[in-house]
Each structure stands twice: as C-alpha cells, then as structure tokens.
C-alpha cells in the first residue's frame, strides 16, 4: 500500500512527548505499517514504511545509530 492510497483522515497521528513544539515528526499505523510526516504539514507528502522497516529503524535508533546526527 502507498501513500497515495491511504486516506490520512483515517489515521490517528502521534507526536512523541519529548517533541519541540512545531518541529516535530508524527507517525501513525496503517494496514501496510507505518506512515510518518513532518507536523508543520500535516496535508503534506508522508512516507509509509512496512512495519519491519519502521521497527529496524526503532532499534537503530534505541542502540544510538543516529546519534551522530544531532550532536
């Protein structure tokens, strides 16, 4: 399933807690698995990832993979 076929009124979107207001990531569960858009656009484009790619993803980040990108 793409983008394009889910209807995003649909979906129940969720910000994680620790977000600077405005500046955030949302994701949201799909029947494919995950769609993921940036919160200042909310009718804008959003990425949909299986749920394999988004829990591989999870992990990277919960081990400190990315953590070079922000510090």
Known sequence: MTAAE?????LTWRIATRSAGGNCVEVA???AGVAVRHSREPDGEM????KAE???FLDGAKSGEFDDLVH
């Open 6 to 10: 889910i209807n995003r009124l649909t």
């Open 47 to 50: 990425i949909v990832y299986s």
């Open 29 to 31: 569960p799909t029947q």
């Open 54 to 56: 988004f829990a591989a």
